[in-house]
């Protein structure tokens, strides 16, 4: 299967036909406006970042310039494609996602707080390690 973001719609699943099959575009009754990444486990589980509550990937610059507390989210999605749960929320426009080596924790880049976040899978913990920021950077 492929799966593909799809801007102020969500995530689709596509047969290999290029038929879309199967579609996620809510989470927890909220819609899935702003995805922008997405990785999976080994487990099939398939995780998803949507980078704001606020605004589709189009107005980045909107979501960037309101300069308020984060609205993103690291979403689960199981192997069958029948649930999805909130892993983490509160994040700064998570553009980026991909499972770490030993399958313990979700890796996810926070733009805007120029951050990475680790989220362990089982969602209870999460760490965030600053980027190196080049000389004369704030």
Do not use: F
């Amino acid at each position: 299967r492929l799966l593909a973001c799809v801007s102020g719609r969500g995530v689709c699943v596509l047969n290999d036909k290029g038929v879309a099959e199967k579609w996620l575009e809510s989470v927890d009754g909220e819609p899935l406006a702003c995805p922008l990444a997405l990785t999976a486990a080994a487990d099939g589980t398939i995780y998803v970042t949507d980078g704001s509550r606020h605004n589709t990937p189009a107005r980045w610059l909107q979501d960037l310039m309101a300069n308020r507390k984060g609205s993103g989210r690291l979403v689960a999605w199981d192997a069958d494609l029948d649930k999805a749960h909130v892993v983490a929320d509160g994040l700064n426009w998570p553009a980026g996602a991909v499972v770490s080596h030993d399958e313990s924790e979700v890796w996810v880049t926070e733009a805007w707080a120029h951050t990475l976040c680790a989220v362990a899978r089982s969602g209870r913990e999460r760490r965030q390690e600053y980027l190196h920021r080049e000389a004369g950077g704030r």
